[in-house]
């Protein structure tokens, strides 16, 4: 059985085979033969489903969870290699060891029964033996698969927490960080959009800090809805949001911050929080063909914009160029609010913190 917890990697609730018997599912028309590989397994302590055909297969298959199967070749109904394709072609059954048997069994049709699917084939259930090293092999095979499927789940969920902010689901800082200097290392131009909620801090001081995360929240859904599937937007740290916009040259990434920017003005109050959210935007561009520039010194060009963004009077948007040159681009006139950023002060400071707005 697997869970999915949102935002999170797929994780199995079923313990490993190793803290279990193993369980086999049988498909054998032949009485004699079901109650030969019965007590054989048995004896090895294995949990044994038997039927005589292979039409209730797919159901009891979803019901026992087998770690293998065993399927006779000759079936009343269908042939076992019709049979090991269908089991194949399902989700669960890609990962699940089949063995074909099939006594007497030439050499073609163990060829055409590995071509089918199955993971082995016994042409000779006299050699009991062989087929009891066969049937642990697999099961050993399996209990390995799903170790390593356990430890991959584990190493994503750690990723994911590592990198995921954990009250907006967007990246965070550090997660962020890291594409910039991939983008820089690449050599590929884009835009870097940093953002800040205007008087955060009165929204939580008068609202409540609930209230101020609900608003996070609904920032970063209106932020990532409006960005292409290409580009990042992250959480970097308080109120504050970072956007990563692929190809963007200077127009373009004015242009696309001047739409977050309005975007965030007209979305939908949050319940019981502040009527109306602006956001101040410091956009630049990384241009390669233009200049050889650290991802720090370009974070703290498009920070200095964002600065330019606050003192000039609130949401509104403030375009620095690779030379040093900033352009501003006017929202509308109410939209103009007095005051002074405090945080994202240029001088020498400590790193970014949830700033006065």
Excluded: W
């Excluded at 086999?24 to 590989?37: C, G, M, T």
């Amino acid at each position: 059985m697997t869970v999915r917890v949102p935002g999170r990697p797929l994780m199995s609730t079923a313990p490993p085979i190793v803290e279990r018997a193993g369980r086999v599912l049988v498909v054998e028309p032949s009485s004699i033969r079901r109650e030969l590989l019965r007590g054989l397994l048995a004896q090895d302590g294995y949990e044994c489903v038997m039927l005589e055909d292979g039409d209730d297969l797919l159901r009891l298959y979803s019901e026992f969870q087998p770690d293998l199967l065993l399927i006779a070749v000759e079936l009343p109904s269908a042939s076992g290699l019709e049979l090991c394709g269908d089991v194949r072609a399902t989700d669960p059954g890609r990962h699940v060891p089949t063995i074909l048997v099939s006594d007497g069994a030439d050499e073609r049709a163990a060829a055409a029964g590995l071509l089918a699917g199955a993971d082995d084939f016994i042409s000779d259930l006299g050699r009991l033996q062989e087929l009891r090293a066969r049937v642990h092999v697999q099961l050993r095979n399996k209990r390995l698969s799903d170790t390593l499927q356990r430890v991959r789940n584990e190493r994503d969920l750690l990723r994911h927490d590592v990198q995921i902010d954990a009250l907006t689901s967007l990246l965070n800082r550090r997660a962020l960080e890291t594409a910039v200097g991939e983008r820089c290392a690449a050599r590929e131009r884009f835009g870097v959009l940093f953002m800040d909620l205007d008087h955060f801090k009165q929204i939580n001081d008068r609202f409540g800090h609930d209230t101020g995360d609900r608003v996070l929240i609904a920032v970063a859904h209106v932020l990532r809805s409006a960005l292409r599937p290409g580009d990042i937007v992250a959480r970097y740290g308080g109120e504050e949001f970072v956007a990563l916009i692929a190809g963007a040259g200077p127009e373009s990434a004015r242009l696309v911050a001047e739409r977050l920017r309005c975007n965030v003005e007209e979305m939908e109050a949050v319940s019981r929080g502040p009527g109306r959210i602006t956001l101040s935007v410091g956009a630049t561009v990384f241009d390669p063909q233009r200049l050889v520039e650290a991802p720090v010194d370009l974070l703290r060009r498009a920070d200095v914009a964002l600065y330019a963004a606050k003192r000039g009077g609130r949401n509104r948007v403030v375009l620095s160029s690779p030379d040093g040159a900033s352009a501003e681009l006017e929202p509308p006139s109410s939209g103009t609010e007095p005051g002074n950023r405090h945080s994202m002060d240029p001088r020498p400071r400590g790193g970014h913190g949830v700033s006065s707005g």
